[in-house]
């Protein structure tokens, strides 16, 4: 599978609430980094990606832009009452996402998605 399946697949798979195909498709040792005041690991960062699909109206990829490492994704996350920005920063080697790294607005998560993070 080539980077820009990886990232697809990646994508369609969160955002479809497939918690099972996301751990998969992270490395054992993948790097992770947030915005969030919680602490991240790959549990924490595969459940949180869970809530926003379960609780979203919809979550929509608005960008992608793939290179020969990986790909900066934009998401729009549309909640009852208004819509929250996230950005992704993804590295794959040899099929598997090895650093994630993303930013939230934290003011539209905080407004649209009550209790996502609970400090």
């Known amino acids: 599978m080539g980077i820009q399946e990886v990232i697809d697949f990646y994508a369609d798979s969160w955002i479809g609430a497939d918690r099972s195909t996301v751990r998969h498709l992270l490395a054992p040792d993948a790097e992770l980094e ?46 009852p009452f208004g ?11 040899d099929g598997r996402i090895t650093e994630v790294r993303q930013i ?12 996502l993070v609970d400090d």
């Open 104 to 115: 939230y607005d934290r003011v539209a998560i905080d407004r649209f998605f009550p209790g």
């Open 83 to 93: 819509t929250a920005r996230m950005a992704e920063f993804l590295t794959v080697t």
């Open 34 to 79: 947030w915005n969030l005041d919680l602490a991240i690991d790959e549990e924490e960062l595969v459940q949180t990606l869970n809530r926003i699909a379960l609780f979203a109206d919809g979550v929509t990829v608005v960008a992608k832009a793939c290179n020969e490492d990986g790909a900066a994704l934009v998401y729009d996350c549309a909640a």
